[in-house]
Structures are given as C-alpha cells and as structure tokens.
C-alpha cells in the first residue's frame, strides 16, 4: 500500500483527510510533498490538449451487490425515490449503517466504491461521512478528478440537450433523478473541484452550457468565507469560457433558500428550480 493508503485505513479517512494528515505532519503547507508538484508557476492548460485517462475498473465488478438491496429510510425522507436508488445501484450495509454508493465510468465498468456513514456516534467520534470502501482489506477508492458520478447515467440526455448539471456530492444526482425521472443531466464532482478531465470528459460529449451547483458553503455571502467560495467557482469556471456558456448558483443572503452546507437541491424542486432560473452567467 502507498502511505496514502496506509493513513487513511488507520484513520478511517479518505484521500483528502490522508493527504492533509500528511502536510501537516511533514511540517504544513509551504513544504512540497513528492509527487505533488512544486511553486513554479503552471503553464495554462488548453483544455482541447487535455487526455482523459482510463481508470482501471475494479476486479470485484459486483462487490457492491454482496451487501442488502434496502432502501435507506435516511435518504427516502430527503426525497430519493426507490427507482432513483435502484437505478445508482446503491446497496445497503445494515451492520456498519451506512450507504454503499459504486462509482461507474462513461462505459458502465464500476471503478470504484464508497460509502456514506450514517451512524452517529461514528459521525461524533470524527469518522468521514464518506470514505471509500474498504473490504478484505482492499480500498475501492479511484481518483474522483479523473471520473464523474453519474455520467454513466446521465451520458444520453447531456448528448441531447448539450447540457450539464454540476453538483458536489453523490446524493445530489440521486435527488435530480428523483425530481426528473429519466431525463438527468446531473453529474457529481464528489467534492468541489471541477478538474480539466472532468471539463474535457463534457466537452467531448458536445456539451454547450455547464451549469455549477455547488453547496452554499458559507454563512454571509459578503464574509470572507462568501467571498472566497464565489473566487473558487469563478476559478472553477474561468477557463471554459471560450468553449461553452457558463453559470452558476448562488444563493444569495436576501433570498436564502438553502441552509449553511445545504446542496441546491436538498430544500426540494421548486426551490432548485429557482436557483436556476437565478442563476449567475460568467461571462469569458
């Protein structure tokens, strides 16, 4: 195992938790971590240039149906359809309490698996809500910056209407699907970094108007916090201007739809449908 995977089976974490573990261990941010680049500024990336990579898809193709085809009554009182779940193909684990969530690429090969915890005294002791996999002391986790949840599903439709739906987390196409059945054009970062492969992935399906949804991930949108979050969608966005229309949500303090962390769809379809329709275009 690499150290990475070392650190975050023994602190039951995911990447991102292993990878800050390690920073600060080694001394902070200023240090550069092999493997991780250097200060030197980065050339700018054509995004025409861009190679999308395979991910080798996992040798266990149907792990993920080892564990219970429950629905998940925490889920279901959010908004998400039985059909929505079957459709993902997510399973239930009864004796960790928690979500198994497979991950497929473009072509439908499961690439990975992760899991939503939903056990509260594990949530208060610092256990990730969501993590990867782990099972026979094997980690289904895959570069989430090199594959989109949900494309597999919603591959048809964006090929269509040449249009895209960007969300942060794996329950947000779960809702979409609930609020739109069989007519998704929702795809998941599962975080909240848009990656050139990620932009190169959509360009190459046609894509002609990207719409971002991320999570209001601030109090006050004139806060630092408010006003950091709105530079990291602007530079999330910057460079696709030249290739497609581009917008984004934003809830703002007058409206305010969406609680503190709240994804755009998690307050229902109206109030999502709203959102869009206020949506901010960011203009090249």
Request: charged fraction near 30%; charge should be neutral.
């Amino acid at each position: 195992m690499s150290v990475y995977d070392v650190i975050m089976k023994v602190k039951e974490t995911d990447f991102k938790g292993a990878f800050n573990f390690l920073k600060g261990f080694i001394g902070g941010y200023n240090r550069t971590i092999v493997g991780f680049g250097n200060n030197a500024p980065r050339k700018k990336v054509l995004l025409e240039e861009v190679e999308v990579p395979t991910i080798e898809p996992i040798k266990k193709q149907f792990l993920y149906n080892m564990y219970s085809n429950q629905y998940i009554k925490e889920w279901l009182q959010e908004g998400i359809t039985e059909q929505a779940m079957d459709k993902f193909k997510i399973r239930y684990d009864e004796k960790g309490e928690r979500a198994i969530i497979p991950h497929f690429d473009i072509n439908d090969k499961c690439v990975g698996v992760r899991v939503r915890n939903f056990n509260e005294l594990e949530l208060l002791k610092g256990k990730p809500k969501y993590m990867p996999l782990w099972y026979d002391d094997v980690c289904y986790s895959h570069p989430l910056g090199g594959n989109l949840y949900g494309l597999n599903i919603a591959k048809d439709n964006i090929k269509k209407y040449k249009k895209v739906i960007i969300t942060e987390g794996e329950k947000s196409c779960l809702l979409y699907e609930s609020y739109y059945p069989n007519n998704n054009l929702c795809v998941s970062l599962c975080g909240s970094n848009f990656s050139n492969i990620h932009k190169k992935m959509l360009l190459d399906l046609g894509v002609k108007e990207i719409i971002l949804c991320l999570d209001r991930q601030y109090e006050d949108e004139n806060s630092i916090e408010g006003k950091e979050w709105r530079e990291k969608i602007h530079k999330n966005l910057s460079n696709l201007s030249p290739y497609c229309k581009v917008s984004y949500v934003w809830d703002t303090d007058e409206d305010r739809l969406l609680g503190y962390k709240d994804s755009p769809l998690d307050q229902g379809k109206e109030v999502f449908e709203k959102l869009i329709k206020s949506r901010k275009c960011l203009e090249g």
